[in-house]
């Protein structure tokens, strides 16, 4: 997974999403900024390595990818050595409190007591999740039917306050049975699906897919 993660990824196909997530943790920082960073549930680190290469020439970033494999930390300590690196979990972050100005989680298990823990007071939370469309015609092919659409919107979580969201929509085109098998190992649709479900993707060399993420950002209150 941690391999397919990385050939997927590094092609470029969610670049959108690095830069949406980049323009949110740095909007309207000063150009000689001093801002801590932890990314919770970073994987092969992708997204850490998005983010440092988009900080200012002045700015300052102190990065911190989590994550609780030891293979997909690994990994991302091999391809970039800005970031700090280490295995946890998003249940016991190994943060003191009130020392983070940002927290990301990317498609990742949100606990936010644990995040308003160790953001400082009015650091931000940047959560990105699957909208209801998000891969829709690769589970088209590998579920019998679709899940009902999800709740638009999730609740505002205690210690937090809502900030606006920014839906992203855009197309892929994967042109080999090797990148849809890479995406498909990437996703919970791997474990989720049928084993024919799972033959049907296999067999594909072709497939265009919709991609929609929700980008929301929460404040942490005073206090």
């Not at 015609?137 to 306050?161: C, D, H, N, Q, V």
């Not at 809502?162 to 919970?188: K, N, V, Y």
């Amino acid at each position: 997974m941690v391999a397919a993660r990385r050939r997927f990824l590094t092609a470029g196909y969610y670049q959108p999403i690095a830069a949406a997530v980049g323009r949110a943790v740095l909007a309207g920082l000063p150009a000689d900024a001093t801002i801590s960073c932890l990314d919770a549930g970073c994987g092969e680190g992708y997204y850490m390595r998005q983010l440092a290469s988009a900080v200012g020439d002045e700015q300052t970033l102190a990065l911190l990818g989590l994550d609780i494999s030891k293979w997909a930390v690994l990994s991302a300590a091999k391809q970039d050595k800005r970031p700090s690196w280490v295995v946890g979990s998003n249940a016991n972050l190994p943060v003191l409190p009130g020392t983070l100005d940002r927290v990301l989680c990317m498609f990742g298990f949100p606990m936010y007591g644990e995040f308003a823990r160790v953001l400082k007071p009015g650091g931000l939370l940047v959560q990105v999740d699957a909208g209801p469309d998000h891969l829709r015609e690769l589970r088209e092919i590998i579920y019998p039917s679709l899940k009902s659409e999800r709740s638009a919107e999730m609740p505002t979580p205690e210690g937090f306050s809502r900030l606006p969201t920014e839906t992203l929509r855009f197309t892929i085109e994967l042109t080999s049975a090797g990148q849809i098998a890479d995406l498909l190992a990437m996703t919970p649709h791997l474990f989720r699906a049928s084993a024919e479900g799972r033959a049907a993707a296999a067999a594909l060399t072709t497939l265009s897919l919709s991609v929609e993420v929700r980008l929301t950002c929460f404040e942490r209150s005073p206090g």
